[in-house]
């Protein structure tokens, strides 16, 4: 199967995304998060979202359920958004155009052959 992104919607696509990524670390920002957490910081941070998604599946969450605890939702959608959020912040903080990060892996990805590298998990 080949996917192609034309050139116009791939452009809209990498704005969309760097823009997304400016207003996460904006937010972040006016929560009184600074940007002078190390790389190994960020990494953890990211690392214990999708932690958090997993011990909600280990839960028993569907992976589509959003519930919450008072006014603060909670469930994988939600953690995986933390963790997303999290790399987004980053990237804008470093400068990082994920945009064209991530067409450039997608494009990749379409050259490669089908269950690559052989690994069972």
Known sequence: MSIAIPGALELQFVASVNQ????????????????????????????????????????????????????????IPIELADAVIRIFQYCDTAGIDLGTAIITKMEFNKTRPSKHGGKVI
């Open 20 to 75: 997304t990524a400016r207003i996460c670390h904006e937010i972040s920002l006016s929560k009184g998060f600074g940007d002078d957490r190390s790389f190994g910081d960020i990494i953890s941070l990211i690392h214990s979202e999708l932690s958090e998604a997993l011990e909600e599946f280990r839960n028993g969450h569907e992976p589509t359920e959003i519930y919450f605890n008072g006014q603060k939702p909670e469930g």
